[in-house]
């Protein structure tokens, strides 16, 4: 496990458990370790949003909207883990960037509530 004072990133906690899940199976636990990793997984299964960083050029394409807007909404997150500011560009963690609508996935869902 990681002993630094910060909180650690949900990555290293992950690689940290299965770090841990390792030397159990080494030390013979392997029912401890394999349910380890299976927590593991679990989380990094359903993380992604939340590990993924964005540049503003990605999350402009991922939102649909101007540079200027997720600049904005950038400066609205600056204060929170989910946005940092490198060499005046924000990076911008991908759960705070809504996804744009796909019309041809909402038409379907119209014409099959319509059916």
Same mark, same amino acid.
């Given at each position: 496990?990681? @002993?630094?004072?910060? /909180?650690?990133?949900?990555?290293?906690?992950?690689?940290?458990?299965?770090?841990?899940?390792?030397?159990? +199976?080494?030390?013979?636990? %392997? +029912?401890?370790? @394999?349910?380890?990793?299976?927590?593991?997984?679990?989380?990094?299964?359903? %993380?992604?949003? &939340? /590990?993924?960083?964005?540049?503003?050029?990605?999350?402009? *394409? *991922?939102?649909?909207? /101007? #540079? /200027? !807007?997720?600049?904005?909404?950038?400066?609205?997150? #600056?204060?929170?883990?989910?946005? =940092?500011?490198? !060499? +005046?560009? &924000? *990076?911008?963690?991908?759960?705070? =960037?809504?996804?744009?609508?796909?019309?041809?996935?909402? +038409?379907?869902?119209?014409?099959?509530?319509?059916?």
């Amino acid at each position: 496990m990681s @002993t630094t004072t910060e /909180t650690p990133e949900l990555v290293q906690v992950v690689t940290d458990w299965r770090g841990e899940a390792a030397v159990l +199976r080494r030390r013979g636990d %392997s +029912r401890a370790a @394999t349910l380890l990793e299976q927590c593991a997984d679990e989380v990094s299964a359903v %993380s992604d949003e &939340y /590990t993924l960083w964005l540049s503003e050029d990605a999350a402009a *394409r *991922r939102s649909g909207w /101007t #540079l /200027t !807007k997720v600049r904005r909404h950038a400066l609205a997150f #600056l204060h929170t883990p989910h946005v =940092v500011m490198e !060499k +005046r560009v &924000y *990076r911008l963690r991908a759960c705070i =960037v809504p996804r744009r609508a796909h019309l041809e996935m909402i +038409r379907a869902a119209a014409q099959q509530g319509a059916a």
